[in-house]
C-alpha cells in the first residue's frame, strides 16, 4: 500500500497539509510562542532550540514518507499552521500505527484536532486497510485524552511511567481503535 496525501481538506477553513520544509519558519514560530504550554505534556521541546531543528524533523517525517511507513501533516486553520499531526512509523506487519498531535493554544476548543485525528483514522482504514489506530496521551492531559474518547476509542489500560517528561515520568494512558469498530459507529 502506497501513502501519497498532500492535502486533506476537513472543511472550508481547515486542511491538512504534508509537512514540508518551507514551513518550518512557521511551525517553529508556533512551537516557540507556546513553548511553556506545550512543555507540560510533550517530551521534545528541549531538543527543538531552533528552525534549523524544525527543518531535520521535517526531513525524518519526510523520509518516513519516503519510505512507506507514514507521514506528518500541517494543521492549515483560516491560513495559518495550527499545529501538527502524524503518524508514528506504520507497523505494517501488524497492520497498525499510533497517531500524534499538538496544537497552538490559541486554536484550542474549535474542534480541529478531533476532526484532525477523525480524517486519519479514516485514511488508516479506509485507505491504508490498517487494522488498529492507537493514540497514548499523558493520564492528566484531559484536553488531549477527549479527542480518542470522542471518537470512540477504547480506553485500554495505563501505561506506568510511560514517558519521561524533562524531569519525571508521566503515565500515559492508552486509547485503542479497530476498523471494525469503526464501520460500524
Known sequence: MSISPLRIKI??????RLLDERDAKEIYRLI???RAYLREWLPWLDVTRSVEDEVAFIRS???????????????????QIAGTIS???????????????WLGAQFQGKGLMTRACENLVTYAFDELKLNRVEIRCATGNRRSCAIPERLGFTKEG???????????????????????EWKHR
Open 61 to 79: 517525517v519526510r523520509a518516513q514518507h519516503a519510505d512507506n511507513r507514514g507521514f506528518g501533516c500541517s494543521i492549515w486553520y483560516r491560513g
Open 158 to 180: 495505563v501505561i506506568r511511567q510511560g514517558e519521561w517528561l524533562y524531569d519525571h515520568f508521566v503515565d500515559l494512558v492508552l486509547y485503542g481503535l479497530l476498523a471494525s
Open 87 to 101: 503518524y508514528h512509523p506504520i507497523n505494517w506487519l501488524n497492520r497498525k500505527v499510533e497517531i500524534g498531535y
Open 11 to 16: 472543511d472550508n477553513d481547515t486542511e491538512l
Open 32 to 34: 516557540d510562542q507556546n
